[in-house]
């Protein structure tokens, strides 16, 4: 099957700082990325996504970039708050096949 | 609160035993999805239902099975449990058939099947 990985599973960074979550995608044909927020004991949770036609997509102090070049994927968070602190996945898709493959995740320590 | 239940929220079984895990999705959703999480694999996408059919497949193995009622709520079947079938096991649900954009995936709380 397909493989997406994360860079660096564990990230720390401090209260109002902002954050970039990195992902790396194996499969060129992928035309659908999201990045979900899974906090403890919950389940995943929609962030924001990006179609392949596109190269930046923000959202309410979420932003992601997509570089097809080099098949990388990257989630910035700005003003970093502890609320955020969670595991982040991205997730690849071919949208009309409707299948997700999922990267291990990055662990997001918001320090007060 | 997504709006998907997931029953039971726990579940400890023996090797070589079957289970069901129930997920209802929410209201006016016509889709759920089937996820593993381990440790070791990460998230894994294993089955969609979209109105009562099959309509896509991922890493589920032959000695599990889905199905989807006419109500609309979901059940996953585990046969022949080996250890490491335990995991956490999401349903998620969306309003049409295709995931994400405006048909976004919603995630229940999840079953946590402990396999001894």
């Known amino acids: 099957g397909e493989s997406v990985g994360l860079h660096l599973p564990t990230l720390s960074v401090q209260e109002g700082d902002n954050s970039i979550i990195n992902c790396a995608y194996s499969?060129?044909?992928?035309?659908?990325f999201i990045w979900y927020k899974q906090e403890s004991g919950k389940g995943p949770q929609f962030i924001i996504d990006?179609?392949?036609?596109?190269d930046k997509r923000q959202g309410q102090r979420v932003t992601v970039l997509l570089n097809k070049t080099v098949k990388h994927l990257s989630l910035q968070i700005a003003a970093t708050q502890p609320g955020d602190s969670a595991v982040y996945f991205c997730?690849?898709?071919?949208?009309?096949?409707?299948?997700?493959?999922f990267g291990s995740g990055t662990k997001l320590n918001v320090k007060p | 609160d997504s709006g998907v239940t997931q029953t039971p929220k726990h579940l400890i079984t023996a090797t070589g035993q079957r289970v069901t895990l129930r997920c209802s999705p929410r209201?006016?959703?016509?889709?759920v999805y089937w996820y593993q999480q381990s440790l070791d694999q990460g998230l894994q996408f294993l089955i969609q239902?979209?109105?009562?059919?099959?309509?896509a497949k991922g890493n589920i193995l032959e000695r599990f099975s889905a199905q989807q009622f006419p109500d609309l709520h979901s059940e996953l079947n585990l046969s022949s449990l080996e250890l490491g079938d335990s995991a956490l096991y999401f349903c998620?649900?969306?309003?049409?058939?295709?995931?994400?954009?405006?048909?976004?995936?919603?995630f229940g709380p999840g079953t946590r099947l402990t396999v001894l």
């Open positions: 209201s006016g959703d016509l889709s």
């Open positions: 239902y979209y109105n009562g059919e099959e309509r």
């Open positions: 990006i179609r392949s036609n596109m």
């Open positions: 998620a649900s969306s309003v049409g058939r295709l995931a994400g954009g405006n048909n976004e995936q919603f």
């Open positions: 499969n060129s044909a992928s035309d659908y």
């Open positions: 997730a690849e898709n071919l949208y009309n096949f409707n299948k997700f493959y």
